[in-house]
């Protein structure tokens, strides 16, 4: 069984820190994707990476996938509140039914 | 325009009723997936299908069934509701290969 944890659990942090939000496997993944999820929604998809070592960016979100494909991080600049939700990190691997492997997630609250 | 679109999107049930979500996609996606999302356990995968009449177990399958008689629709169904069923339930469909789930709004269930 493939495993994701994320780290932290949970952030609270003041409108322009830095922040990164970590994720970790013992397994390795043929992709890492990152969802943002706010309150009353289903997790929208920011970004996937398939390359080990690839960094994308979007805006103020830079995303790394680690080198053995096995860990992530998002690192986020200069947060502003409505980047408040939950993060999600989740890996894909080579199975039958396309699924996704999805870490318990970690919830940023960026106050004003 | 929705390219999921889950139905009801709230519903309070008796123990012991049979309970059927909905769940219809415009997008022509091939893989579908019912999740259940609970605080502390993070999103558990419960079925999924991989096309029409194709259908198979998730970590969480006991006490629910799923049908899909056709591309765009995914129907998930509580046997007999329990109060452990009581959660917040996503559909999601993906293309297949290394892109991303697009989730549905979610329907919020709650078995008294």
């Known amino acids: 069984t493939q495993l994701l944890e994320q780290s932290p659990q949970f952030l609270s942090i003041q409108e322009g820190e830095n922040l990164t939000v970590y994720c970790n496997s013992s397994s390795v993944f043929s992709s890492l994707q990152w969802y943002r999820q706010e309150p009353g929604e289903g997790p929208v998809l920011l970004v996937t990476v398939v390359t080990g070592g690839e960094v994308k960016k979007l805006k103020r979100l830079t995303f790394q996938f680690g080198d053995a494909r096995k860990d992530s991080s998002l690192h986020i600049t200069a947060a502003q509140p409505g980047d408040t939700g939950l993060y999600l990190c989740?890996?894909?691997?080579?199975?039958?039914?396309?699924?996704?492997?999805f870490g318990g997630g970690t919830r940023l609250m960026v106050k004003p | 325009d929705a390219g999921i679109t889950q139905s009801p999107r709230h519903k309070v049930t008796e123990t012991g009723t049979p309970v059927t979500l909905r769940c219809h996609q415009t997008e022509n996606h091939r893989y579908m997936y019912w999740y259940r999302q609970d605080p502390g356990h993070g999103l558990r995968l419960i079925h999924y299908s991989y096309g029409v009449k194709d259908t198979d177990k998730g970590e969480v399958s006991d006490g629910y069934s799923v049908s899909r008689s056709k591309t765009e629709d995914f129907l998930l169904t509580l046997e007999s509701a329990t109060s452990s069923q009581t959660s917040v339930y996503f559909c999601?469909?993906?293309?297949?290969?290394?892109?991303?789930?697009?989730f549905g709004s979610g329907t919020r269930l709650t078995v008294v």
């Open positions: 999601a469909t993906r293309t297949g290969g290394a892109y991303g789930y697009t």
């Open positions: 989740a890996g894909g691997g080579n199975n039958a039914g396309n699924m996704l492997t």
